[in-house]
T-cell receptor, first 115, second 110 residues
Framework: GAGVSQSPRYKVAKRGQDVALRCDPISGHVSLFWYQQALGQGPEFLTYFQNEAQLDKSGLPSDRFFAERPEGSVSTLKIQRTQQEDSAVYLC?????????????FGPGTRLTVL | QKEVEQDPGPLSVPEGAIVSLNCTYSNSAFQYFMWYRQYSRKGPELLMYTYSSGNKEDGRFTAQVDKSSKYISLFIRDSQPSDSATYLCAMSGNNNDMRFGAGTRLTVKP
């Protein structure tokens, strides 16, 4: 079966633009996670969904960041009024609970560059 | 201070060498200790995990956890060029709140 897919793979935005990043998790995976990975750093947790419910959004760095998963499958991470410090790779991961505490399946990421 | 500290390297070794990768952490609530491997422009993939303290071996890879010292290690024996990647330690408690180290970039030279 297919793994986690993300689109677009690369996104260049001008400062102040809004962007939307899409994640297609593995079919049937209840849990979905978003991470931000800066250059040379490990993934930093942003937010977590179980089905359509956003159970944890404590990692979202500001109110410019918003995530949704309306039907419990595909998820979108939206960043409003992008800033240069938002430049990073945004990773999506999915899992089946309770194994999400151990194994999360990651997509290839979306590399966002804000000019 | 970050919850999980990992030396980012880079680390370069000759083929066949034994590699030692390490992380320290500060949160006593962590119970699951994982090593993920990330190739360039790919997402991380789980390599192996350990629950609580102890050792676990899988082929050429051995993971060790010492909860009393808040210190975890990954050893790679007979390293191969295909092992060249970034190795990320990760930890979690009973929720899905996984914390990653910065990653150590490893190059194994033929």
């Amino acid at each position: 079966g297919a793994g986690v897919s993300q689109s677009p793979r690369y996104k260049v935005a001008k400062r102040g633009q809004d962007v939307a990043l899409r994640c297609d998790p593995i079919s049937g995976h209840v849990s979905l996670f978003w991470y931000q990975q800066a250059l040379g750093q490990g993934p930093e947790f942003l937010t977590y969904f179980q089905n359509e419910a956003q159970l944890d959004k404590s990692g979202l760095p500001s109110d410019r960041f918003f995530a949704e998963r309306p039907e419990g499958s595909v998820s979108t991470l939206k960043i409003q009024r992008t800033q240069q410090e938002d430049s990073a790779v945004y990773l999506c991961a999915s899992s089946l609970p309770p194994s999400g505490v151990i194994e999360q399946f990651f997509g290839p990421g979306t590399r966002l560059t804000v000019l | 201070q970050k919850e999980v500290e990992q030396d980012p390297g880079p680390l370069s070794v000759p083929e066949g060498a034994i590699v030692s990768l390490n992380c320290t952490y500060s949160n006593s609530a962590f119970q699951y200790f994982m090593w993920y491997r990330q190739y360039s422009r790919k997402g991380p993939e789980l390599l192996m995990y350990t629950y609580s303290s102890g050792n676990k071996e899988d082929g050429r890879f051995t993971a060790q956890v010492d909860k009393s010292s808040k210190y975890i290690s990954l050893f790679i024996r007979d390293s191969q060029p295909s092992d060249s990647a970034t190795y990320l330690c990760a930890m979690s408690g009973n929720n899905n709140d996984m914390r990653f180290g910065a990653g150590t970039r490893l190059t194994v030279k033929p």
